[in-house]
């Protein structure tokens, strides 16, 4: 346990989080056999950043720097204020549909977080937003993406559990949508408090059409990066690469505004957000390495739920364990230790593979923007340089509506599996 | 004497739903039971330690003491195991028995712990039986059916090499978006033992199945030198004779899992299956074969040249062989 | 010593940075070629998939030492903020030393673990592992370097003076 006692000490004191993962597990590998197991370390570290997927974030990086760059976010963010700029939180509002409309061109959260917090988080600070609610109401957004399918994590979770990926993707609908709504409503009850703003007047027809008109360029990216990945064209990761290359082809050919040396800097600072985010990752390998030697993700599992095994209650162990362990652990580890320990339990209880795995996969998603240890946090954090505890603390409201609405799809299997049902996956 | 076994594999911890774990379930108990618990055997499964390919190199650094490797992860540590990609070689699942079981198995052995130096290899176990090609765009049912179909193959040269040598084309694809590339149609096909088709539900994506049973890849079983050279001489034949149950356990629930409904059974339910002649194998043989055996001259020694004779002099007599006469 | 230290991790970071622009730059334009590839060319080159997870480590662990130039590693301060300034400098002093010694750790045991990839084969232009390896000790090393060069620059001040932002 001096592993866990390192880091704790650590994060409180101020050390990066990277880092302090790093030396957890180094202080684990002494504790574990001494110089023994000290080897072990570069191999994690390089393995654990070797996986193609992973490329998705350095190029939605760079995509958004570019975007941000030459000009075609201030034109989406124009047109959302002429539509919904009346209402008050109206890019709080636009942020949270963009989110639902980017899910289907992306099956990761980090992904959503790195564009939005590089494109519309500075749009709603520009617009008098405080710079940590922007970062809250882009992190809450960000888990649709891998809600909506396509996902990353389901893809993962179904070829890792035996489980119909379709189905999978058939049941994230539902949840991804409620989701939008839901925190679309935190945004309407906390307008007030947080002051959201809005603009004095409604826009005329004639302005909504000249924006629509000027921003055609910018509405036809999502078109085409779909049209990409369904056309056959590019892998969802690869779609991350054409959504450089429009990128690039607009800021040269058409708006004429991507000059060489600003491209240069958007190339540093992508890999510089890049490494940041990646060096939690690799550090995250050593640790996660030492936990599965010392057993003790399965550990923790076996003594829960020696505690009851009704239904229900096994139900809400699962959830409480996943959370719990998510706010330290990266999700995909989480999901090849913990999914093949706790899915047997659900199947003891009664519960559908699906649902199950749509229960896993939200709970997952949820981890993704939990403290200290949540990737979406770290993205923008970094990309926005905001600090971590202040967007934790406005996603409070947002969190709480998320984890409710993984309960009630956790508890209410009819809605869960609605949509997996009327398509076949499921009985 | 004595000691643990943390023996680590990529696969599922139900013996019952993969070879992999069955073999590891059926190793751990004999050498527990047989040595008196002087030897104990901790199994990590689904990849909770690292990949294949690092299992292998914590095996040798001796972090862990066993894994169960695929071809493609040994291929860095030593790349003369390409020579088991000689395509159309098999006649049957048990010509695959004999030759692993008998004298090229024990060069093959031999050869890898003379490469490697720090490890001891105790057997080759089923990874769930042949190779199948599945696509999207037609019944697969003789050699001209391949041409212009585009087929995602591992970063493996020998695996391109034959693809194209069929008429297709190759594309290597990481794992991670395959099923998602089958959907979108970034690709046509790709190929897999059964049950892996069936477990990464490649139905749902693909309408057509072809059994080529071109390629056989059975893991390779191996055990840290220095810690099987502490062992005592009758731990050590207790660990053999338990290897080669955990070998026979492997391949009968490779048999058993292609023909339940998680193989072949509950395939051709959901996709058209078609099964190759005679003719159309030699052919297909004919057409790939020596493009192989190019790659092979070309990119490795004298001493995989060497290898592969002996294996093609092996294979044929085990397809000549006859059970039971 | 401060002065020189300041001077140092600028100049050094500078000449990291071209090297990562470089690199990312590979990293797109082997993506694309991947796609232009199966989309239009069929060439079937064996190698974009594999060599773009190769460059995307190298580009990100060199960043890594970026970041630590810029102090862009984000950590939280809000238990920090409670000390008084001289026990908070002290402490992110000893954080420093703390970060530097795992990058040594880093360093030293990635030394065998690049060597170890000489007898690995890539499965690409018939290299060995090693040159891909490498990136951990060489970004470990420069990790280190920097760490350094920051500790002395800032001597734990860096909280109440935040190196400048980059506008957002
Ligand atoms: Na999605
Ligand atoms: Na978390």
Redesign the interface.
């Known amino acids: 346990m001096w592993a866990g006692l390192a880091f704790v000490l650590?994060?409180?004191?101020?050390?990066?989080?990277?880092?302090?993962i790093?030396?957890a597990g180094?202080v684990g590998l002494i504790d574990m056999g001494g110089t023994q197991f000290?080897?072990i370390?570069?191999?994690k570290?390089?393995n654990g950043?070797?996986?193609?997927p992973?490329?998705a974030m350095?190029?939605f990086i760079?995509a958004g720097e570019i975007m941000n760059g030459i000009g075609i976010t201030n034109r989406l963010v124009k047109l959302a204020q002429v539509l919904v700029g009346r209402f008050r939180g109206g890019l709080a509002h636009t942020n949270m549909l963009a989110s639902v409309f980017f899910a289907g061109l992306t099956g990761s959260a980090t992904a959503d977080a790195a564009a939005f917090g590089r494109t519309l988080?500075?749009a709603m600070?520009k617009e008098g937003y405080k710079?940590d609610y922007a970062c809250a109401v882009t992190a809450a957004g960000s888990i649709i993406g891998p809600t909506i399918p396509p996902s990353g994590l389901m893809v993962v979770y179904g070829s890792l559990m035996g489980v119909s990926i379709a189905g999978l993707f058939a049941a994230g609908i539902l949840p991804g949508l409620v989701i939008c709504l839901v925190c679309m409503t935190v945004i309407v009850i906390g307008g007030n408090r947080e002051n959201l703003p809005k603009a004095a007047r409604g826009a005329t027809l004639k302005e909504v059409w000249s924006t629509f008109v000027s921003s055609l360029t910018a509405l036809a990216m999502p078109i085409i990066i779909l049209g990409g990945i369904l056309g056959g064209?590019?892998t969802p990761t690869?779609a991350a690469?054409?959504a450089?290359?429009y990128a690039v082809f607009i800021g040269v050919f058409v708006y004429r505004t991507l000059k060489l040396k600003a491209f240069?800097q958007m190339?540093?600072?992508?890999?510089?957000i890049?490494?940041?985010i990646?060096?939690i990752i690799?550090f995250a390998g050593i640790l996660g390495w030492w936990m599965s030697f010392e057993r003790i993700p399965q550990l923790i599992a076996e003594n829960v739920l020696s505690l009851s095994d009704n239904r229900y209650a096994v139900i809400a162990i699962i959830i409480g364990l996943l959370l719990l362990v998510g706010m330290v652990m990266d999700i995909t580890a989480i999901l090849i230790i913990l999914a093949p320990v706790l899915v047997p339990l659900t199947e003891q209880v009664g519960l559908e593979p699906i649902h199950a795995g749509i229960i896993f996969v939200l709970a997952l998603n949820i981890s993704l923007m939990t403290p200290?240890v949540g990737a979406c946090l770290?993205v923008l954090?970094?990309v926005?340089?905001e600090?971590?505890?202040r967007i934790s603390i406005k996603l409070m409201p947002f969190l709480i509506a998320e984890i409710s609405i993984l309960f009630i799809f956790a508890f209410w299997e009819d809605a869960a599996l609605l949509l997996p049902r009327f398509l076949g996956f499921a009985n | 004497a004595g000691g643990t076994i943390k023996f680590g594999h990529d696969n599922k911890t139900d013996p019952f739903e993969n070879p992999a774990h069955a073999c590891t379930a059926v190793f751990s108990n004999l050498v527990q039971a047989g040595t008196n618990g002087s030897v104990n055997v901790e199994v990590f499964g689904s990849n909770q330690l690292g990949s294949a390919a690092e299992h292998v190199?914590q095996v040798r650094d001796g972090l862990i003491q066993a894994t169960l490797t695929s071809t493609g992860a040994l291929?860095?540590?030593y790349?003369r195991i390409d020579v088991l990609n000689l395509p159309f070689a098999f006649a049957g699942n048990e010509a695959t028995y004999k030759v692993f079981d008998g004298d090229f198995g024990k060069a093959l052995a031999a050869d890898i712990e003379a490469s490697l130096g720090d490890v001891v290899v105790l057997g080759f176990p089923d990874t769930g039986g042949f190779f199948a090609v599945t696509n999207s765009q037609k019944p697969i049912a003789n050699l001209e059916d391949f041409e212009g179909i585009?087929i995602r193959t591992m970063?493996?040269?020998s695996h391109?090499t034959i693809i194209?040598a069929l008429g297709a084309?190759?594309?290597?694809?990481?794992w991670g978006e395959v099923y998602s590339g089958l959907q979108t149609g970034?690709?046509d096909g790709q190929m897999n033992p059964v049950p892996i088709i069936s477990f990464a539900n490649f139905s749902e994506v693909q309408k057509y199945l072809t059994l080529t049973n071109h390629l056989f890849s059975p893991y390779t079983f191996m055990i840290n030198r220095a810690f099987y050279e502490g062992l005592s001489d009758e731990e050590r034949a207790t660990l053999h004779a338990a290897a080669e149950n955990c070998v026979t356990a492997s391949r009968g629930l490779s048999r058993i899992i292609e023909s339940s409904e998680r193989g072949l059974a509950g395939l051709m339910d959901a996709m058209e299956v078609t099964a190759l002649d005679d003719a159309q194998r030699e052919a297909m043989a004919a057409a790939t074969q020596p493009a192989f055996e190019g790659h092979v001259n070309e990119?490795l020694d004298e001493k995989a040249v060497e290898l592969l004779t002996l294996f093609k002099a092996e294979v044929a007599k085990a397809n000549a062989e006859t059970y039971l006469d | 010593m401060q002065t020189w230290a300041r001077l140092a991790s600028a100049r050094i970071n500078t000449i990291t940075?071209a090297v990562?622009?470089l690199?990312?730059?590979l990293?797109?334009l082997d993506?694309?070629l991947?796609?232009v590839d199966?989309?239009y060319f069929?060439w079937?080159l064996?190698w974009p998939?594999?060599m773009?997870?190769y460059l995307?480590?190298w580009?990100?662990?060199?960043?890594?030492s970026?970041?630590i130039a810029?102090r862009?590693?984000?950590?939280?301060?809000?238990?920090?903020n409670l000390w008084p300034k001289p026990f908070q400098r002290t402490?992110?002093v000893?954080?420093d030393l703390?970060?530097l010694?795992?990058f040594v750790?880093?360093l030293w045991?990635?030394l065998?673990?690049?060597h170890?990839g000489a007898?690995?084969?890539?499965?690409?232009f018939?290299l060995s592992?090693e040159p891909f390896?490498a990136?951990?000790?060489v970004s470990a090393a420069l990790c280190s370097v920097q760490l350094a060069l920051v500790l002395v620059r800032d001597l734990g001040t860096h909280?109440e003076f935040p190196t400048e932002?980059?506008a957002?």
Do not use: D
């Open positions: 650590l994060i409180l004191f101020g050390m990066p989080i990277g880092f302090a790093g030396l180094v000290l080897s370390g570069p191999s570290i390089f950043l070797n996986i193609f992973f490329l350095p190029f760079l988080v500075p600070v710079r064209v590019v690869e690469s054409i450089v290359a240069y190339l540093v600072r992508t890999a510089r890049t490494g940041v990646f060096v690799a200290p770290f954090s970094s926005t340089g600090k971590l505890e | 190199q291929a860095s540590y790349p585009r970063t493996l040269p391109q194209q084309e190759a594309y290597p694809l990481s970034v690709i990119n | 940075e990562v622009a690199l990312m730059l990293l797109v993506v694309w991947g796609v199966r989309y069929h079937q064996p998939e594999v773009a997870r995307m480590i580009a990100a662990m060199l960043a890594i970026c970041g810029r862009e590693h984000i950590g939280l301060t809000a238990f920090l402490v992110l000893v954080m703390l970060a010694s795992l750790y880093v045991f990635g065998s673990f690049a170890s007898s690995r084969q890539a499965m690409i018939g592992l390896y990136a951990i000790p909280l932002e980059e957002v």
